[in-house]
Nanobody, 120 residues
């Protein structure tokens, strides 16, 4: 199993970025997929997830209304559209997959992160 995140970069506050996570060796329809992030000097935190059915999503309060998770089950790509970025969003972003039919508290696979830096 591989999770390969991309799309990070350096942007100014208010800008948008779209992160992608290409997954190989697993099916999105059998696992909860999630994005986490880790800011410098802080613990990794949950950002958003999408259930294995695709019918439920859950967002960190501070990103609600600005971030949107989506997935392409045919191409096995997970997306994170991030709008109106703030300096507090600066972090390394990781995609993750739960165990079979699990939840975000049961992460089995982690991808390598992609750096998002938001300048003021």
């Amino acid at each position: 199993v591989q999770l390969q995140a991309s799309g990070g970069g350096l942007v100014q506050a208010g800008a948008s970025l779209r992160l992608s996570c290409l997954a190989s060796g697993l099916s999105f329809t059998m696992r909860t997929m999630a994005w986490f992030r880790q800011a410098p000097g802080k613990e990794r935190e949950f950002v958003v997830d999408i259930s294995w059915s695709g019918s439920n999503t859950d967002y960190l309060d501070s990103v609600k209304g600005r971030f949107t998770i989506s997935r392409d089950t045919a191409e096995n790509i997970l997306y994170l559209q991030m709008n109106n970025l703030k300096t507090d969003d600066t972090a390394v972003y990781f995609c993750a997959a739960s165990k079979l039919f699990g939840s975000r508290s049961e992460i089995e696979y982690w991808g390598r992160g992609t750096q998002v830096t938001v300048s003021s």
